[in-house]
């Protein structure tokens, strides 16, 4: 099976294709000039040294489209493929800091980034990397950065909003795929935002000059000519030094501290863990995902034990702190609504994929969470076992019951319409997409932890 990937039609300079389930890129002929001078200055080996760019090299495989056709490459595949509205603020600031450091070094060189997307970066961990081998372009004497106004919409933008006004910035980058306008930003930034001289410069002064632009019927692209090198990498400076000193502010919430205050004493939450390291085990496989993760103290487990950990959770302050203080590639953290994931969007609903297209590991884990859906968002039983039976084969859940003080908390302030929400009606529900392999009880508030692998399909 061959296909060109959705998301990649946008630049004339190459494109992504799959063929018998790898990714590779095509170089097209337009771009050569730009991709020999990347090779023969020495810029690629430099960002691949450092961790700034993935890994393609080329290879000898029959390209999609023979006719345009200068060179195949096979980037190094990713764990995960996230999106910048799905990202703790802390993660934005760092691809943001990659991404000028990519500038800096590729004018070094000689060349530009054509791209400053959000996009073009995932991460490993809490690693950025840049993703487009092809984001590159020689470097024009007196030609302004022309991503310049993108990188504004797509990082400073968010930072400064989430610098001022807190959550949000989150949801507008997921409205606005190529980044928040700027007209929106000085918008709702207050007064004090002006005394910044960076965001007088890069925001305001910057949007006011679009508009400008708009009504004389002007070009809004990178602003007049004659910038010279040096100018071009004081403006790289400028922007680092700004975002490298913004404040990653994230309020602490009682779920920081859920593991302290909830129901499990410190000789049961050792037993969970025992338990959950031991269906990990049983379960294999290299990739989990971890619904619901608050502060992250199971996905560490799953992360030590050897698997690329994807830890969702849509309480921002946990998200932060988990990023803050995780270190390594094996654990990502994301900003999930489960009630409301991000859906495929972009164009014909393709060019940005679902989150429960990308979320696909080998085991889920859903350890004090189905209470919050079942009760907490009326989400039917049978439903959540369907979703979580689409991103992974097994599954490690937690059946937490109705006597447990966390659910009484939930039904304290509603009415208990929960009829089918007991151990039978939860058993019944996910045996319709799942066979329980392993149950065990743990702690003394009647919950209970099962391992349950996927029913073949038909």
Known sequence: MESRHPASFRDPAGFIFRRDGKLYRQVNRAYEPHYRHLQESGLLDLLVERGLLVPAPEVEVAPHEERDA????????????????????GALKQAALATLEVQRLALEHGMVLKDASAFNVQFEGVRPILIDSLSFERYSEGRPWIAYGQFCRHFLAPLALSRYRGGGARELLRAHLDGIPLD??????????????????????????IRRAARGGEAKGGGRGGVTLQQQLGLVDNLTSWVRRLPIRYQQTHWSEYYETSTYEEESLAQKERIVGDYLAQAGGQKAVDLGANTGRFSRLAAARGLSVLACDND?????????KSDGRSLLSLVIDLVNPPAAGGWA????SSFSDRARGDVVLALALIHHLAIGNNVPLVEIARFMGRLAPALIIEFVPKSDPQVQRLLAARQDIFVDYHEDGFAEAFSSVFEVQRREPVGEMGRTLYLMTRRAAG
């Open 70 to 89: 200068l060179a195949v490459l096979e980037p190094r595949p990713l764990a995960w493929i996230t999106y910048p509205y799905e990202w703790p603020i």
């Open 349 to 352: 609903h393709q060019e940005r």
């Open 316 to 324: 921002d302050g946990v998200i932060e702190e988990l990023f803050r």
């Open 184 to 209: 929106l930003v000085c918008r709702l930034l207050p007064r004090r935002s002006w005394l910044s001289l960076s965001l007088l410069l890069h925001l305001h002064l910057h949007a006011r000059m």
